[in-house]
């Protein structure tokens, strides 16, 4: 670890080889917790590579755990974290509003590090039991329609970092590894990037594989759809960015979309949106990013069409019923 600490201090970058190599002796416990923390605090001082973030991915996907759920056509609605907005679980929310429009969603997720509550705080405060078995997520895919991948359940090295990241608190590379190493390898994916250089090295790896995508990042810095601002989107037809007006909306106060303070807010809001309960920004929010999400899979199909589809999943409360028949 020394000869590599000596190396980011020279600022010096990873091949890609040399990057997975890294990764996989951080699996398996080759640093102790001081070189790791020193590792990741000296490598987020300098923007990552496209070499070093796809090293990083592969040596995650190699050695992480693989449910065999092919059978399905999956999607993933997954943010990197790190954009230090603190808004309410809005991907988790909308991951289950695109399963009560009856599409197989495979949720990605982890514990809030960098924020103060990630999508498996909610899920787990309000009863769900993290499982890495396949016939358990099958079970959820066939009942409500999406299952729930807790990431130190599948990834070893996510597993070895947790407690050092919660120590730091900042966001690091792990923040950018998250959409990009779903264990159940979802055909289609929609991606939220806290800045736009992320945005630009996710479209270059996502051109490189078989995955139909969208990535998606909010021009004043968030990694969702968060009507505050004009957002920009990669995908397999282009860049474009979009502006609130042209969607039909007004720009709301970010104020209106912030999480809670304590994971029991944070789940209360989440409950609030599926039961119907949600303020008219809260829900707009989740239906315009759970829209993109429709939209990766029917690229066809305009963001209206996709928007009311959404909506009616909400509204209808076919999300609350996805997510009560998950937990059952």
């Known amino acids: 670890m020394k000869k590599i600490l000596n190396h ?9 080889d040399e990057s997975k190599e890294i990764l996989t002796n951080i699996t398996q416990g080759k640093y102790n917790s001081s070189q790791m923390a020193a590792f990741m605090a000296a490598f987020c001082m300098r923007s990552i590579t496209v070499d070093e973030l796809e090293g990083f991915r ?6 992480c755990l693989k449910p065999d759920l092919k059978a399905y056509d999956l999607i993933d609605l997954c943010g990197t974290g790190g954009d230090g907005k603190d808004t309410f679980n ?12 009856g599409y197989k969603v495979s949720k990605h997720g982890n514990y809030g590090v960098s924020s103060g509550c990630g999508s498996s705080n909610v899920m787990e405060y309000l009863g769900y039991s993290f499982s890495n078995e396949t016939d358990h997520l099958k079970k959820t895919l066939d009942e409500a329609g999406i299952c729930f991948l807790h990431a130190p359940l599948f990834h070893p090295a996510m597993k070895t970092v947790a407690p050092i990241r919660r120590e730091l608190g900042v966001k690091t590379f792990f ?17 939220g990037v806290f ?3 992320l945005a630009r090295l996710y479209a270059y790896l996502y051109q490189k594989a078989d995955t139909k995508y969208t990535i998606l ?14 957002f920009k989107t990669f995908s397999t037809s282009g860049e474009h960015i979009y502006s609130i007006d042209q969607l039909g909306f007004e720009k709301i106060d970010p104020k209106s979309i912030e999480g809670g303070s304590t994971v029991k807010e944070s789940a209360d809001i989440f409950k609030s949106v599926l039961e119907g309960n949600g303020s008219s920004e ?27 589809e959404a909506e009616e999943a909400l509204l209808s409360k076919k999300a609350l019923l996805s997510f009560k028949k998950m937990l059952s």
């Open 8 to 16: 980011l201090f020279e600022h010096k970058t990873f091949t890609k």
């Open 58 to 63: 592969d040596g995650m996907l190699d050695i």
């Open 90 to 101: 809005i991907s988790t929310l909308a991951s289950f509003v695109v399963a009560g429009a």
């Open 175 to 191: 923040n950018m590894l998250g959409p990009l190493v779903n264990p159940a390898r979802p055909k289609y994916q929609m991606v």
């Open 195 to 197: 800045s736009l250089e």
């Open 217 to 230: 990042h909010a021009l004043e810095g968030y990694d969702e759809i968060s009507l505050t601002c004009d």
């Open 282 to 308: 809260q829900n707009n929010v989740v239906v315009s990013n759970a829209a993109v999400a429709i939209r990766t899979i029917k690229p066809d199909l305009s963001f209206a069409d996709c928007f009311y």
